[in-house]
């Protein structure tokens, strides 16, 4: 129900802030090294933008980024831990190559960071879980997510005063079961996928190139027309869902003559939503603009732009994910206490079947 004939559409931008625990995995610190280096000066220079246009934005920060040094960490792992089939999928069993602190180790720690985007005006720091737990891969059960997410709080909760309210899940694997896990640890808001065969939510293995390939075009073109989502009134059940819209990809030297189809992808879509007011949520992460620093800036500048035009002449805000999620969990927007709805378990436990909703990860799945 909405609380006017017109409602005014709304831009979400999360970032996935997780540095070398995001693509350790996949890549080394030697391989990615240039966008591990960069990524932290693109942190200071996103939030000066985003200060500048006065946008509000979620940072959903891997847990282990929170600590002074490596005996901290340690000290605070819990006792749990994911069983991963495939043992190179757990960060825990490469605790012992870690530096001693973010000095030493600026690829695997990242407190100063951390308080400057707290520091920020309208910065929300949510969670990206604490270990960058992967919900869809073989193994792993619930109690061990919870055991995660548990310890992730704590670290939030420690160091900045506060717990997060929003989850980004690593890899976009969003498991169903495990959102209750997130409703009882106060998370509000979680980044949701597109619908469709093309985004939906897969384990590593069963991503397919085709699809990787598909999502690559539909950066370009509109194979998947409009992304945008209604804005809705009196939702019942945490964690709301605050589905992505778009991935803002790197830039590509390769493919820098389609900057301009990739740009008017995400503009189009921004003034779709400002029109008919819906939101539109738009995903990257601080390490995939390390590389190209300036082009990535300048494409992001031009994105605010636009939304700051739309601000201007269609009434447009920007919300933070816990933001966008409060608002749907208001009865006409009254600010009615929620209604809390049960989520259905569909699975869970070891070997948890590996479909929901992902979209794209920036080494992974572009």
């Known amino acids: 129900m909405w609380p006017s004939p017109t409602p005014r559409g709304a831009l979400v931008i999360s970032l996935d802030f997780e540095l070398h625990w995001g693509v350790r995995d996949k890549l080394s610190v030697a391989d990615y090294r240039q966008n591990l280096v960069g990524a932290r000066r693109a942190v200071p220079a996103m939030l000066e933008l985003f200060t500048e246009f006065g946008v509000h934005a979620t940072w959903a920060t891997v847990g282990f980024l ?9 000290e605070a792992l819990p006792a749990r831990r994911p069983a991963y ?28 960071l951390i308080r400057r985007i707290a520091d920020t005006p309208h910065q929300e720091v949510g969670t990206h879980t604490f270990s960058h737990y992967y919900c869809l891969e073989a193994g792993q059960v619930d109690a061990d997510f919870r055991a995660d997410l548990e310890a992730a709080v704590a670290v939030a909760r420690a160091k900045l005063g506060r717990r997060p309210e929003s989850i980004v899940f690593p890899r976009n694997q969003v498991a169903p079961p495990y959102l209750g896990v997130c409703r009882e640890v106060g998370l509000v808001a979680y980044r949701g996928n597109l619908a469709g065969w093309t985004y939906r939510a897969r384990s590593e293995e069963r991503e397919s190139l085709f699809r990787r390939g598909v999502r690559l075009a539909d950066a370009y073109v509109p194979l998947t027309g409009r992304n945008s989502e209604p804005l809705m009134t009196g939702t019942a059940a945490t964690p709301v869902n605050i589905p992505a819209s778009r991935y803002l990809r790197p830039y590509s030297v390769a493919r820098r003559s389609l900057e301009p189809l990739r740009l008017g992808r995400i503009t189009a879509d921004l003034r779709h939503a400002a029109e008919h007011g819906r939101l539109f949520h738009l995903w990257w992460h601080p390490h995939d603009f390390g590389l190209h620093l300036e082009e990535n800036l300048r494409v992001v500048r031009r994105i605010l732009g636009c939304f700051a035009r739309l601000r201007e002449t269609a009434g447009m805000e920007t919300l933070t994910m816990a933001e966008a999620a409060r608002r749907a969990l208001t009865v006409d927007g009254a600010g009615e206490r929620p209604r809390v709805a049960p989520i259905r378990a569909t699975g869970g436990g070891r070997g948890y079947p590996a479909d929901a909703t992902r979209s794209d990860s920036p080494t992974v799945n572009r």
Do not use: C, I, M, T
């Open 85 to 112: 089939v495939h043992h190179e999928l757990s960060p825990y069993e490469v605790l012992d190559g870690v530096g001693e602190n973010e000095r030493d180790d600026p690829f695997h720690f990242a407190p100063s």
């Open 66 to 74: 929170f600590f002074e040094s490596k005996r901290e960490l340690v």
